[in-house]
């Protein structure tokens, strides 16, 4: 069996959403002016670095939230809990970056983002959306990461869903095509 390759943007993709305000208490409910939050197994399942093998469906892989496209083939998922940020990723086997599928959705719960241009502010701790491109993918207005010459193998674009509600969505290089369709699909409860 092959080794899942971790992809080397999300690291530092990780840091560039770790926001100030907390996402909540685990397990928080989730309602239309609340911030989905991880339930208390998905919290022991991030420290505990479990991965998901079949991956996670549109249901059930973050609390409160819907992704209604998922493309095919993934082998395995991981929920990520930091104290900022609810995250999952999608993974395939593939070792090679030009192959390597990967998908995460993030949400990003801060009550001072309120419009996009709000994501531009330094408050990312690698301001990775200080240089984006305001677009239209999936139906949505998003910011668009501006990719450096170093990691040209994602796109992630962002939204604020609601006060204080962001979505980001990353797809690595294979997946790029199929953006529009998972930004598109998702519902935030």
Known sequence: MKKIVVFTVLPMLSA??????????????VGKDSCPTPTKADVARAAAD?????ARGSDDALNGVRVKYIPKGFI?????????????QWMSDEDTPDKYRNLWV????DP?????????????????????????VGGRTVLVQ??????????????????GVVVSVTVSQPLFADLGKVVKGIQVK
Request: net charge positive; charged share 30%.
């Open 16 to 29: 560039a959403f770790v926001v100030a305000g907390a996402a909540g208490p685990a397990g928080a409910t």
């Open 50 to 54: 479990t991965l998901d093998k079949p």
């Open 76 to 88: 395995a998922g991981q929920v990520v809990v930091e104290p900022k940020e609810y995250a999952y």
């Open 106 to 109: 993030r949400i990003i719960c």
């Open 112 to 136: 001072s983002l309120v419009k996009l241009a709000d994501l531009r502010k330094p408050s990312f701790d690698s301001g990775e959306f200080v240089k984006s491109k305001k677009g239209k």
């Open 146 to 163: 501006v990719p450096n010459k170093e990691f040209r193998a994602s796109r992630d674009v962002a939204w604020v869903e609601r006060r």
